[in-house]
């Protein structure tokens, strides 16, 4: 994999990897509003296990009603980050610690992210959830 180092393209990687912390974050502090406006107006969230996410109004809807209810908390790791104009893909990696209907879970995978600059600014487009475990804590 040859990566691009200049000024431009190292920008870009951060601004796409503040925008994986930034939705960590936002998850963590249950702020379904800062964890919408990361996405495109279009975006899409692909969970898995539900039906897919379109847009940030149908988003903001499952995200209040989830955050309500339950605490998640995501830990992201090793961004890989593939640039090509004003697109781009992403992986990291998410460790992901919940409490779900009074129940401990624990879960890992990883998201697989489209992103694309609008208005001079990252978004992202399609994040899809994959999680390889997800279950009771056990503990």
């Given at each position: 994999m040859t990566v691009d180092r200049s000024p431009g393209a190292l920008a870009d990687r951060e601004e796409i990897r503040d925008l994986a912390r930034g939705y960590a974050h936002c998850v963590w502090q249950n702020d379904p509003e800062g964890a919408v406006d990361l996405f495109a107006a279009d975006g899409v969230i692909d969970l898995g296990d539900r039906p897919?996410?379109?847009?940030?109004?149908?988003?903001?809807?499952?995200?209040?009603?989830?955050?309500?209810?339950?605490?998640?908390?995501?830990?992201?790791?090793?961004?890989?980050?593939?640039?090509?104009?004003?697109?781009?893909?992403?992986?990291?990696?998410?460790?992901?610690?919940?409490?779900v209907d009074g129940i401990m879970m624990v879960g890992?995978?990883?998201?697989?992210?489209?992103?694309?600059?609008?208005?001079?600014?990252?978004?992202?487009?399609?994040?899809?959830?994959n999680l390889i475990h997800y279950g009771p804590s056990g503990g």
């Amino acid at each position: 994999m040859t990566v691009d180092r200049s000024p431009g393209a190292l920008a870009d990687r951060e601004e796409i990897r503040d925008l994986a912390r930034g939705y960590a974050h936002c998850v963590w502090q249950n702020d379904p509003e800062g964890a919408v406006d990361l996405f495109a107006a279009d975006g899409v969230i692909d969970l898995g296990d539900r039906p897919r996410l379109e847009g940030r109004v149908a988003m903001l809807a499952e995200y209040r009603k989830a955050f309500r209810t339950s605490a998640f908390r995501p830990f992201i790791s090793q961004h890989v980050i593939e640039l090509d104009g004003d697109r781009a893909t992403g992986t990291c990696y998410v460790d992901l610690k919940a409490v779900v209907d009074g129940i401990m879970m624990v879960g890992w995978g990883y998201y697989e992210d489209e992103y694309v600059r609008v208005d001079g600014r990252w978004r992202i487009q399609t994040r899809k959830l994959n999680l390889i475990h997800y279950g009771p804590s056990g503990g």
